[in-house]
């Protein structure tokens, strides 16, 4: 069975030669365990912070152990009475072809409400961090103006179609056209903006939403909120998701340098970690449920085969090489 390791810790923007794919011996289940063969496997951008040796919310990734990350497979023999042989699962023991685990680290997930890997997208983590993000910490009100970067992205996605479905103004930043396009065409927004190609991203934000913007979600950083803080109404929110700009930076990089707008406009600017609103997963599955049954959300995922390409998909994240969620396809459905 083969598994992806750390081999080094990157510096600045990782390369294919901090990754290793290796051969290892995976060994019978134990009592109480079970032998998963995973399916899907996702990348996501908190990884990159694992992979720093510094103390953090998730503890740092180990050189030549492999890494982990969210998973979804078949289990393929069973000593545990939570899961039984063919139940579709979700772990965090991603980055490889077969897994063992004890029955109660892996939940089941219905294979019936969507498609599998939805469960690492639209509904899971990433929609789950949507939802606590704008509802909870970005206190959404109906109608409200709404600015959101990496829209079109796995977690922008979902944020841009709840506000819609919110009946809000929805104004989302991509990098490219055909990602602008599908997120007003497809996703309903109001305008997307192409920071790439717009100019002033400032300027091209006030254009976008000139009465202001009442929610801010931050997926981004740098310039992106400096226009987010702009362009705030008083009494905005700042719901602070991400900052994948800065996660590849070697230096320290200036901070934006109109925080002062937090004063004067009285803004709430807070931090969040999904795994701290897990109260809400009972609500997010019912309500995310309702939404996809209805066609009220939209999303686009890109996939690369084989756990080889589980690196360059990974790598892929800091270029806007995926449009929506990015899988890995493991092994066969
Ligand atoms: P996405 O699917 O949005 O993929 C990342 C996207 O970010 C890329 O496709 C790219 O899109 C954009 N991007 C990459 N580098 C830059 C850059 N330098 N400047 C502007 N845009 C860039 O990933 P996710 O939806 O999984 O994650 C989105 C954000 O949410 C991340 O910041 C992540 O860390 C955060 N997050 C936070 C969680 C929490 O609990 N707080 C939980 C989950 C995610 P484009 O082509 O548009 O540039």
């Given at each position: 069975s083969?598994?992806?390791?750390?081999?080094?810790?990157?510096?600045?923007?990782?390369?294919?030669?901090?990754?290793e794919?290796?051969?290892?011996?995976?060994g019978?289940?134990g009592?109480?365990?079970?032998?998963i063969?995973?399916?899907w496997m996702?990348?996501d951008?908190?990884?990159r912070?694992r992979?720093?040796?510094r103390?953090?919310?998730?503890p740092?990734?180990?050189?030549?152990a492999p890494l982990?990350g969210?998973?979804?497979g078949?289990?393929v023999a069973?000593?545990?009475?939570?899961v039984a042989?063919?139940?579709?699962?979700?772990?965090?023991?991603g980055?490889?072809?077969y897994a063992?685990?004890?029955g109660?680290?892996?939940?089941?997930v219905?294979?019936n409400?969507?498609p599998?890997?939805a469960y690492?997208?639209t509904?899971?983590m990433?929609?789950?961090t949507?939802y606590?993000g704008l509802?909870?910490v970005g206190?959404?009100k109906?109608?409200?103006t709404?600015f959101?970067?990496?829209?079109?992205g796995?977690?922008?996605?979902v944020?841009?179609?709840?506000a819609?479905?919110k009946?809000?103004?929805v104004v989302g930043?991509?990098?490219?056209?055909d990602?602008?396009k599908?997120?007003?065409?497809?996703?309903?927004?109001?305008?997307?903006i192409n920071?790439?190609?717009?100019?002033?991203l400032t300027?091209a934000?006030?254009?976008?939403?000139?009465?202001?913007?009442?929610v801010y979600?931050?997926n981004v950083?740098g310039?992106?909120l400096?226009?987010?803080?702009?362009n705030?109404?008083?009494?905005?929110?700042?719901a602070?998701?991400?900052m994948?700009s800065q996660y590849n930076?070697?230096?320290p990089?200036?901070?934006?340098?109109?925080?002062?707008?937090?004063?004067?406009?009285?803004?709430?600017?807070?931090?969040?970690?999904v795994?701290?609103?897990?109260?809400?997963?009972?609500d997010?599955?019912r309500?995310?449920?309702?939404?996809?049954?209805?066609?009220k959300i939209?999303?686009?995922?890109t996939?690369?085969?084989?756990?080889?390409?589980?690196p360059n998909a990974?790598?892929?994240?800091?270029t806007?090489?995926?449009?929506?969620?990015?899988?890995?396809?493991?092994g066969?459905?």
């Amino acid at each position: 069975s083969k598994e992806v390791r750390l081999k080094a810790r990157p510096e600045g923007m990782p390369k294919l030669e901090d990754f290793e794919v290796a051969e290892t011996e995976i060994g019978a289940p134990g009592d109480g365990e079970v032998l998963i063969r995973n399916i899907w496997m996702s990348v996501d951008p908190y990884m990159r912070g694992r992979m720093y040796d510094r103390e953090s919310y998730v503890p740092p990734f180990q050189i030549g152990a492999p890494l982990e990350g969210g998973a979804i497979g078949q289990v393929v023999a069973s000593n545990s009475d939570k899961v039984a042989v063919g139940d579709y699962v979700q772990s965090m023991l991603g980055w490889r072809e077969y897994a063992v685990a004890k029955g109660e680290e892996v939940q089941k997930v219905d294979e019936n409400a969507a498609p599998i890997q939805a469960y690492l997208g639209t509904l899971g983590m990433p929609g789950m961090t949507a939802y606590a993000g704008l509802l909870r910490v970005g206190e959404l009100k109906d109608g409200e103006t709404v600015f959101v970067s990496a829209a079109s992205g796995a977690v922008g996605a979902v944020v841009c179609q709840i506000a819609k479905a919110k009946g809000c103004f929805v104004v989302g930043t991509a990098g490219s056209d055909d990602k602008c396009k599908w997120l007003e065409e497809t996703a309903g927004i109001d305008k997307a903006i192409n920071y790439k190609t717009c100019g002033n991203l400032t300027e091209a934000v006030r254009e976008a939403a000139p009465k202001g913007i009442d929610v801010y979600f931050e997926n981004v950083g740098g310039e992106h909120l400096v226009a987010a803080l702009e362009n705030m109404r008083p009494f905005g929110r700042l719901a602070m998701c991400g900052m994948i700009s800065q996660y590849n930076d070697t230096t320290p990089t200036p901070g934006p340098n109109n925080l002062i707008y937090m004063v004067g406009k009285s803004l709430k600017m807070q931090g969040f970690i999904v795994s701290n609103h897990f109260d809400l997963l009972p609500d997010f599955i019912r309500d995310m449920s309702q939404w996809i049954k209805e066609g009220k959300i939209k999303w686009e995922e890109t996939v690369e085969d084989g756990i080889e390409r589980a690196p360059n998909a990974f790598l892929n994240l800091f270029t806007g090489g995926n449009f929506g969620k990015m899988l890995v396809k493991v092994g066969p459905d």
